[in-house]
């Protein structure tokens, strides 16, 4: 996970289906130990290897982040599917550090880097109202789910799972699989940016 610091909403999403600006606040990657799983999201029953969650919240209307998180209203998440193919030379920037944080509970600074260079060409988007992936599962999240994926190296994808669940001292388990797999919608309504 890449904390985001923003006090000045320089970095904001708004417009689409938002009411109004949502801050960033963190990204971070899920993935499988295959190929054919890894993304929280499928489309048409399709999985792909990854998904990066960009996380945003309201701060105009949420004193804190952990107050918007509880809120029906307070987070947006931007979900990127990623998919294996040619190198992604802004990925490099993230994957080339990964080793600094390789075990639970270290940290490295990162500065300078704008996540905007791993999205995709295309904004055309799903949006559904739904929840956090992880516990506490609130209901608080607008989804944004991008239809076009951004593609990644094998080695890029490779570096991602040499990441471990446990502390350095601890018996190593492979950060692998970390992703909550597709719920039923429970009839939620999921719309479209374009024409399907």
């Known amino acids: ?60 209307k949420y004193a804190t982040f952990g107050e918007a998180a509880a809120a029906p209203d307070g987070l947006v998440v931007v979900g990127i599917f990623l998919e294996t193919g040619e190198e992604h030379a802004n990925m490099n920037r993230l994957t080339d550090a990964l080793y600094m944080v390789k075990f639970k509970g270290t940290k490295a600074q990162f500065r300078t880097f704008n996540p905007k260079c791993l999205l995709p060409s295309s904004l055309n988007y799903w949006t559904y109202p739904g929840s956090l992936t992880t ?4 209901e608080s999240v607008t989804w944004i789910v991008l239809k076009e994926p951004v593609r990644i190296s094998e080695k890029q994808l490779e570096k991602f799972r040499t990441l471990l669940f446990t502390s350095e001292g601890d018996e190593r388990i492979q950060m692998v699989n970390n992703f909550r797999p597709p719920q039923p919608l429970k009839g939620r309504i999921i719309r479209a940016s374009f024409k399907a």
């Open 1 to 60: 996970m890449v904390d985001f610091e923003d006090a000045d909403d320089k970095t904001v999403i708004n417009g689409g289906p938002l009411e109004g600006p949502y801050r960033l606040k963190q990204f971070h990657f899920h993935w499988g130990m295959k190929h054919s799983q890894g993304s929280e999201h499928t489309v048409d029953s399709k999985s792909f290897p990854s998904e990066l969650h960009l996380v945003h919240w309201n701060a105009r």
């Open 135 to 138: 516990p506490p599962l609130y």
